[in-house]
C-alpha cells in the first residue's frame, strides 16, 4: 500500500449525480473539465486537484478507497458524511 497519494475527486450531493458524471467519464470526458463544472468542493477550480496527503488526512472512505486505487485509475462513487465522491489517482509513492 502507497504511503502517499496524490489525487483529485469531484463532490456532489446525490449518489444519482455521481453516477452520471461516472458515466461521463467512463465515455471519454476531461475529468479535470468535469470536476470544475459539477464538483461542490472548493478543490473544483482546480480541476478537483486535492494534492499529496497520507493516512489520517481524509475521511475514512475517501482514504480507504484512494489507498486503495492504482496511478491512473477512477473510482465508482464513494460515500462520505461531505457527500459523494469521484476520486481519480494522479499518482501514488512509497
Same mark, same amino acid.
Given at each position: 500500500?502507497?504511503?502517499?497519494?496524490?489525487?483529485?475527486?469531484?463532490?456532489? @450531493?446525490?449518489?444519482? =449525480?455521481?453516477?452520471?458524471? $461516472? %458515466?461521463?467519464?467512463? &465515455? #471519454? @470526458?476531461?475529468?479535470? =473539465?468535469?470536476?470544475?463544472? $459539477? %464538483?461542490?468542493?472548493? &478543490? #473544483? @477550480?482546480?480541476?478537483?486537484?486535492?494534492?499529496?496527503?497520507?493516512?489520517?488526512?481524509?475521511?475514512?472512505?475517501?482514504?480507504?478507497?484512494?489507498?486503495?486505487?492504482?496511478?491512473?485509475?477512477?473510482?465508482?462513487?464513494?460515500?462520505?458524511?461531505?457527500?459523494?465522491?469521484?476520486?481519480?489517482?494522479?499518482?501514488?509513492?512509497?
Amino acid at each position: 500500500m502507497p504511503t502517499k497519494v496524490n489525487a483529485s475527486h469531484i463532490l456532489v @450531493k446525490t449518489e444519482q =449525480e455521481a453516477t452520471a458524471i $461516472k %458515466s461521463e467519464l467512463d &465515455s #471519454g @470526458k476531461s475529468f479535470e =473539465e468535469l470536476a470544475k463544472a $459539477k %464538483s461542490t468542493c472548493p &478543490s #473544483g @477550480k482546480n480541476g478537483g486537484s486535492l494534492g499529496w496527503f497520507t493516512h489520517g488526512q481524509m475521511v475514512r472512505e475517501f482514504e480507504k478507497a484512494a489507498f486503495s486505487m492504482k496511478k491512473g485509475q477512477v473510482s465508482s462513487p464513494v460515500k462520505s458524511q461531505f457527500g459523494w465522491h469521484i476520486i481519480k489517482v494522479v499518482d501514488t509513492w512509497g
